[in-house]
């Protein structure tokens, strides 16, 4: 019979994540008021992993002082070695609690296995997945059935038609608030950690209605490029950054080459809110609720 052995059409790779009609960026809620997709250019900043008191208090006051959004921290690590430091678990969790409370930031922090996303649920406003878990398709599957914004790192070796395959996972189990976040590839360039794909925020807006954020500091490797990639985030159209902020960068249990000092990330977001609305945005740098003194 004709048709018969007709080839299935096609299926659209991520109909959800798709522009489908839409023409704006998603605008949602990341939990204390903020919300990602609008004229408001969001910042994350915050050490990589959570360390112990009181690294995680004074680096959450300092970028709360400079204007930060959100706090970010990792409890759980996705690190290269078993033998370097895998992050505080629950006790990390616990800290950015507490800072959460001292500060009034939201927190994000990455969940590296289905078994862990109730616990960092109980904890986290918006839950990260990280590069690594990119195409963990249990793991986004399940992360589709929680209700708190999902920030989706692209994988190291993803298209950004893949990166969307992603996305869509998560999408299509109920989830609608999904963040796409470029990070950076892995290239043949040595000269920084990873090869910062500033295009694909441009080629992502092309094809998907999900607000998009840079991370400058995992796609460099390198503190004194973090401020210029940045920059070129805000101009290409990205709706906000992830940046790594840690006091003592020197100190820093995980990433402190490219981490910020809170002076640097200070300066950095000066110059973010005099040029935001250059590109149609706006960054204020005063935050809107006083920093509670921290004690111990
Ligand atoms: C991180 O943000 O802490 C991290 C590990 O990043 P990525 O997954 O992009 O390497
Ligand atoms: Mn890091």
């Given at each position: 019979?004709?048709?018969e052995n007709?080839?299935?059409?096609k299926?659209?790779?991520?109909?959800?994540?798709g522009?489908?009609?839409?023409?704006?960026?998603?605008?949602?809620?990341?939990?204390r008021?903020?919300?990602l997709?609008?004229?408001?250019?969001i910042?994350?900043?915050?050490?990589?992993s959570?360390?112990?008191?009181?690294?995680?208090?004074?680096?959450?006051?300092?970028v709360?002082?400079?204007?930060?959004h959100?706090l970010?921290?990792?409890a759980?690590?996705?690190?290269?070695?078993?033998?370097?430091?895998q992050?505080?678990?629950?006790e990390?969790?616990?800290?950015l609690?507490?800072?959460?409370?001292?500060?009034?930031?939201?927190?994000?922090?990455?969940?590296?296995?289905?078994?862990?996303?109730?616990?960092?649920?109980a904890?986290a406003?918006?839950?990260?997945?990280?590069?690594?878990n990119?195409?963990?398709?249990?793991?986004?599957k399940?992360?589709?059935?929680i209700?708190?914004?999902?920030?989706?790192?692209?994988?190291?070796m993803n298209?950004?038609?893949?990166?969307?395959g992603?996305?869509?996972?998560?999408?299509?189990?109920?989830n609608?608030?999904?963040?796409?976040?470029?990070?950076?590839?892995?290239t043949?360039?040595p000269?920084?950690?990873?090869t910062?794909?500033?295009?694909?925020?441009l080629a992502?807006?092309?094809?998907?209605?999900l607000?998009?954020?840079?991370?400058?500091?995992?796609?460099?490797?390198r503190?004194?490029?973090?401020?210029?990639?940045?920059?070129?985030a805000?101009?290409v159209g990205?709706?906000?950054?992830m940046?790594e902020?840690?006091?003592?960068?020197?100190?820093?249990?995980c990433?402190?080459?490219e981490?910020?000092?809170?002076?640097?990330?200070?300066?950095?977001?000066?110059?973010?809110?005099?040029?935001?609305?250059?590109?149609?945005?706006?960054?204020?740098?005063?935050?809107?609720?006083?920093?509670?003194?921290?004690?111990?």
């Open positions: 019979m004709s048709g007709q080839p299935e059409p299926a659209p790779p991520y109909k959800l994540a522009l489908s009609g839409r023409s704006r960026t998603s605008v949602f809620d990341l939990g008021g903020i919300s997709g609008g004229r408001e250019f910042v994350m900043a915050g050490p990589c959570v360390e112990a008191d009181p690294q995680m208090l004074d680096t959450a006051r300092e709360k002082a400079a204007g930060a959100l970010r921290g990792g759980f690590k996705p690190r290269s070695s078993p033998y370097s430091f992050g505080l678990a629950e990390g969790l616990k800290m609690a507490k800072a959460r409370e001292l500060t009034g930031l939201a927190v994000v922090t990455e969940v590296m296995d289905s078994a862990e996303i109730d616990l960092v649920e904890y406003d918006v839950l990260q997945v990280g590069s690594r990119a195409q963990n398709f249990s793991l986004l399940r992360l589709g059935r209700r708190k914004p999902v920030l989706l790192k692209r994988g190291l298209t950004v038609e893949e990166f969307l992603s996305a869509e996972y998560i999408l299509a189990g109920g609608e608030k999904v963040i796409l976040c470029e990070r950076g590839i892995r043949f360039e000269s920084t950690r990873n910062l794909d500033i295009s694909a925020v992502v807006k092309e094809l998907s209605h607000p998009v954020i840079v991370d400058p500091s995992h796609a460099s490797g503190a004194s490029f973090v401020p210029p990639l940045a920059k070129a805000l101009a990205a709706d906000g950054l940046i902020v840690h006091c003592r960068p020197e100190a820093a249990l990433d402190g080459d981490s910020l000092d809170p002076a640097q990330f200070k300066n950095l977001m000066a110059e973010l809110a005099a040029l935001a609305p250059h590109f149609g945005r706006s960054l204020s740098t005063t935050p809107p609720e006083a920093v509670k003194t921290v004690s111990l």
